[in-house]
């Protein structure tokens, strides 16, 4: 059973910052690249950024390339996203999820209850 918990979003102003959090359990992950995605009001679900199952790779959507990091602690079993000079646009729910790095589609179908990003000009 995949447990997926995303945390530390909140209501801010354009131009700041927010760090997410996502913990996973229930389920190995070990060799699995894990993802952000975010699903906006009326629109799909969207990938963010991914990461490698070391960390040693990385890769994002064009909207958030170079303002938002991805970042994995192993040992905890916890995936971040930190994100910076945030835009109105990027209000959005987020996800996390394990991912193909090579076309950035979530592998599994469970999904957590995701964390509101809400950003205002």
């Known amino acids: 059973q995949v447990q997926l918990v995303e945390s530390g979003g909140g209501l801010v102003q354009a131009g700041t910052s927010l760090r997410l959090s996502c913990v996973f359990s229930g389920r190995t992950f070990s060799g699995l690249a894990m993802g952000w995605f975010r699903q906006a009001p009326g629109k799909e679900r969207e990938f963010v950024a991914g990461i490698s199952w070391l960390g040693g790779a990385t890769t994002y959507a064009d909207a958030v390339k170079d303002r938002f990091t991805i970042s994995r602690d192993g040992a905890k079993n916890t995936l971040y996203l930190q994100m910076n000079s945030l835009k109105p646009e990027d209000t959005a729910v987020y996800f996390c999820?394990?991912?193909?790095?090579?076309?950035?589609?979530?592998?599994?179908?469970?999904w957590g209850q995701g964390t509101q990003v809400t950003v205002s000009s």
């Open positions: 999820n394990p991912v193909r790095m090579s076309n950035r589609q979530s592998l599994y179908d469970t």
